[in-house]
């Protein structure tokens, strides 16, 4: 079983700088997963298994280490091989996923053996944690390549493809279709390699390229499912784009804008869904392609290689995710263009209200000031009028008293003063407030 080293502490030789704290783990990954080394003839058995709890993982792989008394696994390992008795596995957990590859002795005639006659710790693989995502049969087979009447019969779905590869020294045969039990058969004879490192390495790839290919098509799904709403959103977004060309009201406009926050509430919610499929689709992708180029295929006459099939069936699915993905950022930036525009208008016909407002205001405010002066002036009139009576009385009781006080002329005069003053007063009152 592999062993993970323990951290280093301290400095990296006697009197040297200290370590950096990630030494040892940056150092460990790039060696974390090896490729495997076995030897044909050989039987491969792979589940990928999504959704799962990488400490239920751990666990379970503890667990069989118990059943079959081999060293358990250190925690926090990402990568596990044990060899047991009948088999050996080797686990690793990735990011999505988590895979177990049984690598099994040859036994008997049969290429491809249904998967409950195998000699597979069964119970313990029906108790592991998530969903299987990919599953693959391979064979990987020495001596003369089996015949092809042989080889049609193993696969019913009739559309075989393969060739050769590892540059010609091994050739490949499958449908990449799962059969009755749910796994994708595979052939590989090994041909002239004779390096148990060289089979390993060509094994992991086939299997690899199987497993990303379904997790890739992850994507697929969730495109389709969005699909008709992206489609009513355009629709509805294209109807509003119309309207607002006519919309003259504020209360057209505002109804406009909340029908497009809508669109845009809903496009949030289903942006929200797609990024990260989309993205570890993409990335996914890439590295099915990087797996197909390291195999250096070389077809055959008449027959796909595993690279001309991925680019006719799982290229179409992945450049629809993308459409799908680029649809998705055009509309959020069709809708932020429309919610910008519309805002725009509502508020220049706000601004258009306010300033008529405004000038309604305006002119309320000089009719006020215009009425306040009519009244100054009736009210100069009403007070020059009473102060002009207080004068005639007093001049009449002066009379009484024996002075010598004419009280026609002195209310005469009174009249002019009072008048005068009060204008004077009231001008200098005005003064005093346009100064403040």
Avoid at 68 to 96: D, I, K, M, N, Y
Avoid at 177 to 206: E, K, N, W, Y
Avoid at 232 to 258: C, F, S, V, W
Avoid at 338 to 349: Q, V
Wanted: one cysteine or more.
């Amino acid at each position: 079983m592999s062993q993970e080293p323990a951290p280093s502490t301290g400095a990296a030789f006697v009197g040297g700088p200290a370590l950096h704290p990630q030494f040892d783990a940056l150092a460990r990954e790039l060696h974390a997963r090896p490729y495997g080394v076995v030897a044909a003839p050989a039987r491969i058995v792979h589940l990928a298994l999504t959704g799962g709890d990488s400490a239920v993982e751990r666990a379970a792989v503890a667990q069989l280490c118990a059943n079959h008394r081999v060293p358990v696994p250190p925690a926090g390992a990402s990568q596990v091989q044990l060899e047991c008795e009948g088999f050996r596995l080797t686990w690793e957990r990735h990011a999505e996923f988590a895979t177990y590859t049984f690598v099994l002795p040859w036994q008997g005639d049969a290429l491809f053996l249904p998967v409950g006659a195998l000699a597979l710790p069964h119970d313990w693989i029906a108790s592991l944690p998530g969903q299987v995502v990919a599953a693959v049969q391979l064979a990987l087979i020495v001596g003369e390549p089996p015949p092809q009447a042989t080889i049609a019969e193993l696969f019913e779905g009739g559309n075989i493809v393969g060739g050769f590869a590892a540059g010609g020294l091994a050739q490949l045969w499958t449908d990449l279709r799962p059969d009755r039990d749910h796994f994708v058969r595979m052939i590989a004879h090994s041909g002239t390699m004779t390096s148990p490192r060289q089979a390993g390495r060509l094994a992991q790839r086939l299997l690899e390229i199987e497993t990303y290919t379904m997790m890739a098509l992850l994507a697929l799904p969730l495109a389709r499912e969005i699909s008709p709403s992206v489609t009513a959103i355009e629709r509805n977004l294209t109807g509003i784009a119309e309207a607002t060309t006519g919309a003259d009201a504020l209360e057209d406009e505002q109804a406009l804008l909340t029908r497009l926050l809508g669109l845009a509430a809903e496009l949030a919610t289903l942006g929200a869904r797609t990024p990260y499929r989309f993205g570890a689709a993409r990335a996914y992708y890439a590295l099915v392609q990087k797996r197909i180029e390291e195999l250096r295929e070389r077809r055959i006459e008449g027959r796909q290689t595993i690279g001309e099939f991925m680019e006719r069936r799982l290229s179409p699915a992945m450049r629809t995710c993308e459409t799908m993905e680029r649809r998705l950022e055009s509309l959020s930036e069709r809708v932020a263009r429309a919610s910008d525009m519309l805002r725009t208008r509502i508020d220049i016909t706000l601004a258009a209200q306010n300033r008529d407002l405004l000038l309604s205001m305006n002119r309320r405010a000089r009719l006020q000031l215009r009425l306040q002066q009519t009244v100054e002036f009736f009210s100069i009139a009403a007070i020059t009028y009473y102060g002009a009576g207080l004068v005639g009385d007093i001049a009449h009781g002066a009379a009484v008293l024996g002075f010598a006080v004419d009280e026609p002329l002195a209310v005469a005069i009174s009249v002019p003063v009072i008048g005068g003053l009060l204008l004077v007063g009231l001008w200098a009152f005005h003064e005093w407030l346009g100064r403040d």
